[in-house]
């Protein structure tokens, strides 16, 4: 964890968190719904899809996952 004086920022990310992300991206891209239409994860889609579906983030620096939660009340 790391503060600072304006703001309280705590930083955490887990593999199993990783791939929950990355299942939320990749339901964007296959989401037929217009608020989605410009996520293309391209020629990714596919390999994050078996990524999800076996539960396996693999190397977690395949595709980085950075969650920052900002507190400004103090």
Do not use: Q
């Not at 217009?34 to 396996?56: Q, T």
Request: aromatic share 10%; hydrophobic share 35%.
């Amino acid at each position: 964890m790391k503060s600072s004086p304006m703001y309280d920022t705590k930083i955490w990310i887990t593999l199993k968190h990783s791939c929950f992300f990355l299942s939320i991206l990749w339901r964007c891209h296959i989401s037929k719904n217009k608020v989605f239409s410009d996520v293309d994860l391209g020629p990714h889609a596919e390999h994050i899809r078996k990524m999800i579906m076996g539960n396996d983030p693999r190397n977690d620096h395949e595709y980085e996952v950075i969650l920052i939660y900002i507190d400004t009340d103090g």
